[in-house]
């Protein structure tokens, strides 16, 4: 799942084996961490505003704290591809099972992430709209919020009475947000002593995304399995052959002194581990390097002379990026949504065929991704069910990993257990480590429409049109036909008649097959293993 390239460009060049390939003997990259706050970044806008009434989400004492123990709540957590928002209407998402809200704020020119509940009878704000003056309206009574969260306006109040628009009870709990790397994020704490978090800790700064050399296309998924199981799939290159079969472009390996072979063409992967503490590990492998961020970062790169550093500016760091050297990049951020769910945002910069992704529209890109990306969902949704049955504490126990190709697995498991007890903090969601969400249909399971495209302009787009191409074409059959009918007198020649049928026939047959094309691009797709 980790090679979600399908359709990028030629993989086999860059890296020899897998789609996420193994990143391997690279130098040891340094922290992650991005520009100290005084240094102006061009790609970075800043939303701190917090409401009078903000409550609190999160037991984090303090945001730089150095405990041994993960604070979930005192990180950065990436929302969406800046892309993929609509400035004309609300959009809500859950992260580490937070409802938020994002929406546009016109009068300040920036996003805004608020709690999604209307404080008078807490309906979701992200079924509302931005009224005519530039407020976020709840549309079941009609209160507006302006962009700190105060309201506004509330319609039953009478205008000569009490202005109980104003009391600290009729604001909206507003979160700190962030964009970054073309990408908005959110502190996930309302409290106001978080108000300038940005000025103590950023977002993971990705130079990639930033430099003009590099495309960057981006994708979203929103998953039935939770985060741990998406990530450790993400670190685990052997499972490519086999989950994605007939799906990625693997290289097959001659094996020394290896008798049997098989036709995916799995072989031992070379993988070392590198100094693994609280702020995550990093990974050599046989032709490049990998990190893990915490919380949502996983980096992979194949370059032999770049390494991810602390630059002091963002310029410093797109420097280092402007030599000739053909370099791609995997990055995913891994999203813990809720239990038994997750987020995946991922985008694959690259300095070599600029020129495909302006020419072939993203969603095009995302057909190939989405069927990757389905190929082992159900594998992971029912593994995690079998985790949980065995409790999540004994994933050493219940989990047989003897070989090197699982090292990154066995890092981040060892990580989740030595400074987050083996799972996610919910906060004060606190569900029990066994409670997942029941088992849907396949049909559910595997849906692309809303676990994607309703998430993504490009491929809501590119079903609006093609969905409107459909019914022309079926209009234009019943058209020839129903003029067929009507003027085959007036048709004498065979040859005409003929031509009129058969355009019928084709514009028809055309509209199945686009309906067809639409069914399996973006509602549903099931990948049978057995047949592949």
């Given at each position: 799942m980790e090679s979600l390239r399908l359709f990028s460009f030629p993989t086999s060049r860059i890296f020899p084996?897998?789609?996420?390939?193994?990143?391997?003997?690279?130098?040891?990259?340094?922290?992650?961490?991005?520009?100290?706050?005084?240094?102006?970044?061009?790609?970075?806008?800043?939303?701190?505003?917090?409401?009078?009434?903000?409550?609190?989400t999160t037991t984090s004492p303090n945001p730089t704290s150095t405990s041994e123990t993960f604070d979930w709540f005192s990180h950065w957590y990436p929302l969406a591809p800046i892309c993929d928002l609509d400035k004309r209407a609300p959009k809500a998402k859950t992260v580490l099972g937070l409802d938020v809200v994002i929406w546009w704020d016109r009068v300040e020119g920036a996003w805004k992430v608020f709690e999604d509940k209307c404080p008078h009878r807490l309906a979701p704000l992200s079924e509302g709209r931005v009224d005519p003056q530039g407020r976020?309206?709840?549309?079941?009574?009609?209160?507006?919020?302006?962009?700190?969260?105060?309201?506004?306006?509330?319609?039953?109040?009478?205008?000569?009475?009490?202005?109980?628009?104003?009391n600290e009870k009729a604001c909206v709990a507003v979160y700190p947000c962030v964009e970054q790397n073309k990408i908005l994020w959110f502190w996930p704490n309302t409290d106001s002593r978080y108000k300038d978090i940005w000025?103590?800790?950023?977002?993971?700064?990705?130079?990639?995304?930033?430099?003009?050399?590099?495309?960057?296309?981006?994708?979203?998924?929103?998953?039935?399995?939770?985060?741990?199981?998406?990530?450790?799939?993400?670190?685990?290159?052997?499972?490519?052959?086999?989950?994605?079969?007939?799906?990625?472009?693997?290289?097959?390996r001659v094996v020394p002194g290896r008798i049997e072979t098989d036709r995916e063409g799995g072989a031992p992967l070379e993988i070392t581990i590198e100094k693994l503490d609280i702020n995550g590990?990093?990974?050599?492998?046989?032709?490049?390097?990998?990190?893990?961020?915490?919380?949502?970062?996983?980096?992979?790169?194949?370059?032999?002379?770049?390494?991810?550093?602390?630059?002091?500016?963002?310029?410093?760091?797109?420097?280092?990026?402007?030599?000739?050297?053909?370099?791609f990049v995997l990055i995913f951020l891994c999203v813990p949504v809720s239990p038994g769910k997750s987020r995946l945002i991922?985008?694959?910069?690259?300095?070599?065929?600029?020129?495909l992704?302006?020419?072939?529209?993203?969603?095009?890109?995302?057909?190939?991704?989405?069927?990757?990306?389905?190929?082992?969902?159900?594998?992971?949704?029912?593994?995690?069910?079998?985790?949980?049955?065995?409790?999540?504490?004994?994933?050493?126990?219940a989990c047989y990993v003897p070989t090197k190709s699982d090292a990154m697995v066995i890092a981040f498991r060892s990580w989740l257990r030595k400074y987050s007890n083996n799972?996610?903090?919910?906060?004060?969601?606190?569900?029990?480590?066994?409670?997942l969400p029941p088992t849907p249909p396949k049909e559910q399971l595997l849906d692309r429409y809303w676990s994607h495209v309703v998430q993504c302009t490009s491929c809501s787009g590119a079903l609006n049109t093609l969905k409107a191409i459909e019914v022309s074409l079926q209009i234009v059959s019943v058209a020839i036909i129903g003029f067929f009918a009507v003027a085959k007198q007036n048709i004498a020649s065979n040859?005409?008649?003929?031509?009129?049928?058969?355009?019928?026939v084709l514009c028809f047959a055309a509209s199945r097959w686009l309906s067809h094309f639409i069914q399996k691009t973006f509602y549903f797709h099931d990948y049978n293993h057995a047949f592949k």
């Open positions: 084996y897998s789609s996420l390939s193994p990143f391997p003997s690279q130098p040891s990259p340094t922290s992650f961490q991005p520009p100290p706050s005084h240094i102006p970044r061009l790609s970075t806008r800043l939303h701190v505003s917090t409401s009078p009434s903000s409550t609190t976020l309206q709840c549309v079941y009574h009609g209160w507006c919020f302006d962009g700190a969260g105060t309201c506004k306006y509330i319609p039953q109040a009478p205008s000569l009475g009490p202005p109980v628009h104003k000025n103590e800790k950023t977002p993971p700064y990705i130079p990639e995304l930033d430099d003009p050399s590099f495309t960057s296309t981006m994708g979203t998924r929103d998953l039935l399995y939770g985060y741990e199981v998406l990530t450790e799939n993400l670190m685990d290159p052997a499972h490519v052959p086999y989950a994605h079969h007939g799906l990625m472009n693997v290289r097959k590990f990093h990974a050599k492998q046989e032709a490049g390097w990998s990190k893990f961020v915490p919380p949502c970062l996983f980096y992979g790169s194949a370059s032999k002379s770049f390494s991810v550093t602390s630059p002091n500016s963002k310029e410093e760091a797109l420097t280092k990026t402007t030599d000739k050297e053909q370099r991922y985008s694959f910069p690259r300095n070599f065929a600029v020129w992704d302006k020419i072939i529209p993203r969603w095009y890109f995302h057909i190939g991704q989405n069927l990757i990306l389905d190929s082992d969902l159900y594998l992971l949704h029912v593994e995690e069910r079998k985790l949980a049955s065995a409790a999540f504490s004994n994933w050493h126990k799972q996610v903090n919910w906060g004060s969601m606190n569900p029990a480590p066994q409670l040859i005409a008649k003929t031509t009129v049928i058969s355009v019928a």
